[in-house]
């Protein structure tokens, strides 16, 4: 029978198994002063997608902010598919690499959510363990806990809301089309004066879900894995309805632009007359930025427009993994957070529950600004929940399939 070691001489041992092994931390996930002081003097690169100028504005400003604040400095590693960065993480991991990795947090949700906790490149559960985290109010916002229909389970830490809105020229469309059904008769009525981003382009798919949405008589099977359902039967509503519409769109649909910024700027040249975004203030500050004409207003379907929250999440691979909880805290920070809301940020939706906030802290996020393209937070109260996120790939190759080679 083999001798015990000493009680007092386990933890000694435990320390020196991790140091030979290679993956000792010198912090504590439960001691945060100890996390901030190995942070100090890190280098974190934070992939996240780089097609927006006001986002990369925003994240030069947290650069900036963190470098004085916490000695961290942030390299905004511009994406332009976060499945990119998903792909050399599995791809590090394969190799081999499993504390030396590139990337050390991502903005992430969806599919490749999905994608990283099930091939297990996912560090943590580390969410909770964020001071700022409680301010999220999670026992009572289970939106921060979920990312399309998947328990986060502490993987990911939330950092803003998006929701698809509409927006228009009111100079050049008085009623703008309030159903996905009624924006099919009014591209016949306008031809040309409307499009939507190329997919697997985030925008462009999140335009497929929303009208698969709209159009389905039975909306359960999308929130169940795609296998499970009869995929053909299912869609066939949105392919027919496509095949209606593209004739009528920007180009006769036989080209698209690539992103939602690529959109804005067809509106902002006046090619467009009505487009969409999946950040309801982005309208109101491109027209502060006057990117877009004063006259442009915004809005959201009768029935409801999908919505989500996103997240950061960290590999289990990364090099810093203090300086990346310092940055996922910091984003959740109230200063972090009113800044990215404010139409001089980002114009990003808030994940923090206000009633955690003290009165100096709410004040942050009031906004008396005169800008008629924004909408007043009641007005996006209908939000239809995310499928599940395997029915976002197969959606992709299907519109490739079929409209892809043209």
Known sequence: MPRLLPAGLRPLLSLVLLLVAGVAQAFALDDWSSVEAEARGQTVYFNAWGGDPDVNAYLDWVAGTMAARHGVDVVHV???????????VLAEKAAGNTEAGAID???????NFAAMKTNGLLYGPFAPRLPHYALTDPADHPAVREDFTLPTEGYESPWGKAQLTFYHDSARVASPPRSVPALLDWARAHPGR????????????????QA????????APLYQPVAEADFEAVTAPLWD????LHPYLWRQGRTFPASGAALRRLMGDGELSLAFTFTPAAPAVAVAGHRLPPTTRSYVLDGGTLGNVHFVAIPVNATHKAGALVLANFLLSPQAQARKQSLDGWGDATVL?????TPAQRAAFADDTDNPARLPAAALSRTLAEPHPSWTPRLEAAWQARYGAR
Not at 353 to 357: G, Q, V
Request: hydrophobic residues 45%.
């Open 78 to 88: 511009k994406l332009a598919d976060t499945a990119e960065a998903v792909s050399r």
């Open 105 to 111: 947090l991502i903005w992430l949700n969806g599919e």
């Open 194 to 209: 409307f499009t939507y981003p190329l997919p697997p382009d985030f925008l462009g798919t999140s335009f497929l879900k």
């Open 212 to 219: 698969l949405l709209a159009l389905v008589d039975d909306r």
């Open 241 to 244: 309805y496509l095949d209606r």
């Open 353 to 357: 529950a206000m009633k955690t906030l």
